[in-house]
């Protein structure tokens, strides 16, 4: 892989010793947006939550309550986890312009390769030669496989709860074998997942 | 390159719901089917390749929506589909940031999650299998598969390098 950039910061480095009663630092917007590009950049092939709770913590930005708390956060709202979750760090330390530096420093390395990539391997004009499809070809294979080991832990988690299976069988016969509208499937596994789970007076939180 | 290219803003209002209708992961299925079935802007092999490519890309794995978004209506296309996947959802995720302390005692939080989840679950298995259509076209595709889950779940080897090692050996032997 071309890294044109600068090589990556190495987040844990400049905090060598663990401060007894950690001070909270308020990053710099420019701080934000190297440090999360940094992230990026370590992070190829996945793990950038785990890379970030290092950052963030190593800088004593966060503690690890606050990261816990948008971690979870960040699997609730909608969208890409990773590009939430840097959002939600963001947030929490400058506010909106703290959001919108993380993103963009975790979007723009990333964004450069993939541009670069994809300008060369969609813009030949008589399509790719033979081997480089062999090879991307070969590389979707492994990408199943690694979409399947995504969906592992989620899967663990959801075989845990109340009607999970069902459910998560009912979305996936609906969206991946009869191809039916999101929306809909939505309404009806989400809905009756809120009414299995409602909150009751008897039951502790 | 497909037709002439899609219009921006149709691009971007399409990514933007694409974007916040994902929970948990990628919505892969959903993407298949407006991408390739619905709106025709790319084949089931650069969804297939795309997504691939992201994998080996520094940074989030979605960026695969900014290939599909070049795919469809050139760089006004991929910035549309870039500012439509990441723009909203990052929106209301830092709107959810600021509020937090607000709903950290709200008793709906844990229900809400737990609704969520069996969706997420099934839409990323459902991902997997429009995946296994558009990749594994033949049984060394399937081995290939196979193989780098084994080694995924067996060992903690780099993501990426699993795909860029599948990548060699699909050139290799004429995948």
Redesign the interface.
Known sequence: ?SAPTAPPPAPPEDAPHHPPAPVPVTPTHADLLRVFAGV??V????G?PAHMRRAVLGRAWMTELDFA??Y?????????????????????LR??PG?LWA?VG??T???I???A???V???LPGGLP???Q???????????????????P??R??GG?????P??????A????L?LD??P??GV??????I????RPQEQ? | ?TDAGANWLDILLTFTRL????????????IE?VLV?QRQWITPG?L?????????????????M??YG??AGGWAG?AAA?LG??G???????????A?RR??GW??????????????????????????R????NVA??V???A??A???RTRV??????????????L???
Not at chain 1, 174 to 177: A, S
Not at chain 2, 162 to 170: K, N, R, T, Y
């Open positions: 892989m990026a950049m992070g190829i092939g996945g950038l708390e948008s979870t956060l960040a699997q609730l709202t909608p969208g890409p986890n990773a590009v939430n979750l840097a959002a939600m760090i963001g947030a929490r506010g909106w959001a993103v975790v979007l390395p990333g964004l390769a993939m541009l990539v994809t300008v391997t969609l813009g033979a081997p480089l062999s090879a991307l070809r070969g590389a979707a294979c492994a990408a199943l496989a690694v979409m399947l080991t995504a969906a592992l989620v899967l988690v959801v709860l109340r009607g999970g299976w459910l998560a069988l009912a979305t996936f609906g969206i991946g074998l191809r999101l929306l499937v939505l596994v989400v809905g009756a997942g809120l299995l789970h409602r909150p939180p | 390159m974007g916040l209708i994902s929970f948990g992961g990628a919505n892969l299925a959903e089917r079935g650069t297939a390749s795309g997504f691939a490519l992201g994998q080996v890309m520094p940074g989030p794995n979605m960026l695969a900014t290939h070049f795919a991929a870039t996947f990441y909203p959802t990052a929106l209301l995720s830092a709107a959810a940031a600021l937090w709903l950290l008793k709906w939080l844990p229900t809400i999650r737990s609704a969520l989840l069996p969706f997420g679950g099934g839409v990323l298995l459902a991902g997997v299998l429009v995946l296994a558009g990749s594994v076209q595709g399937a290939i598969a196979a780098a889950f080694l995924l779940t780099n993501p990426a390098l699993v795909v860029i090692g599948a990548a060699a050996l699909g050139a032997i004429g995948l």
